[in-house]
């Protein structure tokens, strides 16, 4: 490619483009752009998709989730920490359907789904602008809006969790990946079919955002929050100073009882990740008892079936 001198008839140069030489009278015309323009043109898209925010709400809970998760996987590689186990190590082995390689990649692909969708939520056009601002929310109404969006949160995944288990169609089809893991360990909390992800934790985040009123930074600090609990129902480990054991009746125990794949656990016990009150209003709450294993090596759930509610 050659640039034709400047006296050449057949060429002309502007304040923003070029034509140069590519052929026998055949020139390709150039426009050249300040480089400000095209800063200006990706900001201009960076914030028409994602905001300061907003991108905290798509991002936080994901890396939250690696991190928390990961503390607890490698606590559980203490041995120390066996007297605090559910399951024995063998255990997990025995009992789970599906390595811990395939829970990686299912939760990753869960997550990209999760954030995708979030961020298309946040671009609704029924969207608060005011979400958008500064908050301004005194703490006690800001307090009010999570405990709103936990109760809507925690509503929405015991209705549909429960359908669930009900269908069985959509039980086979889906939320068996679930109960894959019968032994439940910290990463493996978000381990869904993508369906039953969308169905039962994307929507009621969306709902609990959405009634709830928060602004993109509570809701993000909400949705750590929801999804910390979330693996501290799944650790596997009953450790006596773990405060959201202490704070919550529903608990890595509580929710042992319901991944059994037989016996009366497996039909309640659906409540999650925050309260208990919607298996003792329907009727689906199954007492249980924590005791020490005669070995020593951690504790096992006892469960109480004569005492279930009805």
Same mark, same amino acid.
């Given at each position: !490619?050659?640039?034709?001198? %400047?006296?050449?008839?057949?060429?002309? +140069?502007?304040? =923003? @483009?070029?034509? #140069? /030489?590519?052929?026998?009278?055949?020139?390709?015309?150039?426009?050249?752009?300040?480089?400000?323009?095209?800063?200006?043109?990706?900001?201009?898209?960076?914030?028409?998709?994602?905001?300061?925010?907003?991108?905290?709400?798509?991002?936080?809970?994901?890396?939250?989730?690696?991190?928390?998760?990961?503390?607890?996987?490698?606590?559980?590689?203490?041995?120390?920490?066996?007297?605090?186990?559910?399951?024995?190590?063998?255990?997990?082995?025995?009992?789970?359907?599906?390595?811990?390689?395939?829970?990686?990649?299912?939760?990753?692909?869960?997550?990209?789904?999760?954030?995708?969708?979030?961020?298309?939520?946040?671009?609704?056009?029924?969207?608060?602008?005011?979400?958008?601002?500064?908050?301004?929310?005194?703490?006690?109404?800001?307090?009010?809006?999570?405990?709103?969006? !936990?109760?809507?949160?925690? %509503?929405?995944?015991?209705?549909?969790? +429960?359908?669930? =288990? @009900?269908?069985? #169609? /959509?039980?086979?089809?889906?939320?068996?990946?679930?109960?894959?893991?019968?032994?439940?360990?910290?990463?493996?909390?978000?381990?869904?079919?993508?369906?039953?992800?969308?169905?039962?934790?994307?929507?009621?985040?969306?709902?609990?955002?959405?009634?709830?009123?928060?602004?993109?930074?509570?809701?993000?600090?909400?949705?750590?929050?929801?999804?910390?609990?979330?693996?501290?129902?799944?650790?596997?480990?009953?450790?006596?100073?773990?405060?959201?054991?202490?704070?919550?009746?529903?608990?890595?125990?509580?929710?042992?009882?319901?991944?059994?794949?037989?016996?009366?656990?497996?039909?309640?016990?659906?409540?999650?990740?925050?309260?208990?009150?919607?298996?003792?209003?329907?009727?689906?709450?199954?007492?249980?008892?924590?005791?020490?294993?005669?070995?020593?090596?951690?504790?096992?759930?006892?469960?109480?079936?004569?005492?279930?509610?009805?």
């Amino acid at each position: !490619m050659h640039e034709k001198p %400047s006296n050449c008839p057949h060429t002309t +140069r502007h304040k =923003h @483009h070029l034509l #140069l /030489l590519i052929g026998p009278n055949q020139f390709l015309k150039l426009q050249f752009l300040p480089v400000r323009t095209h800063l200006n043109r990706r900001n201009k898209l960076m914030e028409l998709f994602l905001q300061g925010d907003e991108a905290m709400l798509m991002a936080m809970p994901i890396v939250v989730y690696w991190l928390y998760s990961g503390a607890y996987e490698a606590l559980s590689c203490f041995s120390g920490m066996d007297s605090y186990r559910l399951h024995s190590r063998n255990e997990e082995k025995s009992k789970n359907l599906v390595s811990k390689a395939q829970v990686v990649k299912g939760v990753l692909l869960q997550q990209v789904i999760q954030a995708t969708l979030t961020l298309l939520l946040t671009k609704l056009p029924g969207d608060d602008p005011n979400r958008h601002k500064p908050a301004t929310a005194a703490a006690a109404a800001a307090a009010a809006r999570f405990f709103v969006a !936990m109760v809507v949160f925690d %509503s929405w995944q015991y209705l549909v969790h +429960r359908y669930m =288990h @009900h269908n069985k #169609l /959509l039980y086979r089809k889906f939320h068996s990946w679930h109960h894959r893991i019968a032994a439940p360990y910290a990463f493996a909390a978000q381990y869904n079919h993508p369906v039953d992800g969308v169905l039962t934790e994307t929507v009621a985040g969306g709902l609990a955002y959405f009634v709830s009123g928060m602004s993109p930074a509570t809701a993000a600090a909400f949705f750590c929050f929801a999804t910390v609990k979330g693996i501290d129902d799944h650790c596997g480990l009953l450790l006596p100073w773990n405060p959201f054991h202490l704070a919550f009746g529903n608990n890595a125990a509580y929710h042992e009882v319901h991944h059994r794949r037989h016996g009366a656990g497996s039909t309640h016990n659906f409540a999650q990740p925050f309260f208990v009150a919607w298996d003792k209003i329907m009727g689906t709450y199954l007492p249980y008892a924590v005791v020490k294993r005669e070995d020593g090596a951690g504790y096992e759930v006892s469960v109480e079936e004569n005492k279930k509610t009805e």
